[in-house]
């Protein structure tokens, strides 16, 4: 029987597959604007960039233009003696072309406000501040989101497989992270979530339900030294979700496990989130990493050719639990049997200090 596929929480490239729908408070992303234009895609920022200029230019540009037309300065265009709001203003091009000039301090000099237009005045110096907010939030917003460093996690690769194999006679649920770039991930962190659907005894049915795998945060084990690519473990004891777990029950398991890697950036200091995801198929029991580093003349060479390369070896097949009572039993059955051999051997003692007297 074939497994049905199982739809993916976090795609592979660390994409949450999610969507929102039927938000009637979308009043709350123009509350944070800012944020809003940031998330934005490259398409959509590009145009309201533009369209922000554009729109105030074109406002700015029909008063200055509303200006000259109300106190009669194009019915005086060719009167010498006339002094009008603005100079050289002939119409609404002029007035945009006067708008663009003052907005962006360009100041080419052909057209120039006279002292004898007290509201053209108070216009200008609320187009020179409108102005500076508009560069100071669209430069802002542009500035944000070229430096997010979501490219940055392009370059931090996950393995394409989970195994499950012996680590110091233990079960142990392994996978590979590694960085491509020479600039490190300073104060890198590990997190894994097991997301898997559960009832609650009170009948409660949670379809996406998040349980928190260990990869070391008792022991420090979960903050990376990320240099070289490195096998992050996570011991399956009893504290550990796949506890009860065996090699034939993982062929029948529905769940996935979501990994993020969290660090900061070294070169712009920004901090940096790669996420990928495994399946049930996904994780391969009786199978351990090929080896990727090799110590060359002066350095250590990594071969990120064998970096999503496995290889069988010889693993229990019964869950972590089992092999558990497997070991305690076997340790119980060597302490009585030792401890029956000492308690032999006074009796062989006194039986053989007897014989020469008798």
């Not at 796949?242 to 993982?250: E, G, K, N, P, V």
Request: net charge negative; proline share 3%.
């Amino acid at each position: 029987r074939t497994r049905r596929k199982r739809q993916r929480y976090v795609e592979k490239n660390g994409r949450c597959n999610v969507q929102h729908g039927n938000m009637r408070e979308t009043y709350r992303y123009l509350t944070d604007i800012f944020t809003t234009l940031v998330d934005l895609n490259w398409r959509c920022s590009l145009f309201v960039f533009v369209m922000a200029y554009a729109v105030t230019w074109l406002f700015f540009g029909a008063i200055w233009y509303l200006i000259a037309y109300c106190r009669g300065d194009l019915d005086h265009l060719e009167d010498e003696t006339w002094t009008p709001c603005v100079n050289n203003v002939n119409g609404f091009i002029s007035a945009f072309l006067f708008s663009i000039e003052t907005e962006t301090t360009i100041g080419y000099g052909h057209r120039v406000i006279t002292d004898q237009c007290p509201v053209g005045t108070m216009l200008l110096l609320l187009q020179a501040i409108l102005g500076s907010m508009v560069n100071a939030f669209m430069v802002g917003c542009m500035f944000v989101k070229i430096s997010q460093p979501n490219k940055r996690a392009e370059t931090l690769v996950f393995s394409k497989h989970a195994v499950i194999s012996l680590r110091d006679d233990k079960l142990c649920l392994m996978f590979r992270v590694g960085d491509l770039r020479s600039s490190h991930i300073v104060g890198a962190n590990m997190r894994a979530k097991l997301i898997k659907s559960k009832q609650t005894q009170e009948g409660e049915f949670i379809p996406l339900d998040q349980t928190d795998i260990s990869v070391g945060f008792e022991t420090g084990d979960d903050r990376l030294f990320l240099v070289s690519p490195l096998v992050i473990s996570h011991e399956i004891d009893a504290h550990s979700p796949f506890w009860d777990m065996s090699q034939a029950q993982l062929e029948k398991e529905d769940f996935e496990i979501v990994v993020i890697l969290e660090g900061m950036v070294e070169a712009t200091g920004m901090t940096c989130q790669a996420r990928s995801s495994y399946l049930a198929e996904e994780v391969c029991w009786g199978h351990r990493f090929s080896p990727m580093m090799s110590l060359a003349e002066g350095f250590f060479d990594i071969d990120y050719g064998a970096f999503h390369h496995t290889f069988e070896v010889g693993t229990p097949s019964c869950s972590a639990r089992e092999l558990s009572l497997a070991a305690a039993r076997l340790d119980a059955h060597l302490y009585w049997s030792i401890s029956s051999r000492l308690d032999e051997e006074p009796t062989l003692t006194n039986q053989a200090a007897k014989q020469p007297d008798s």
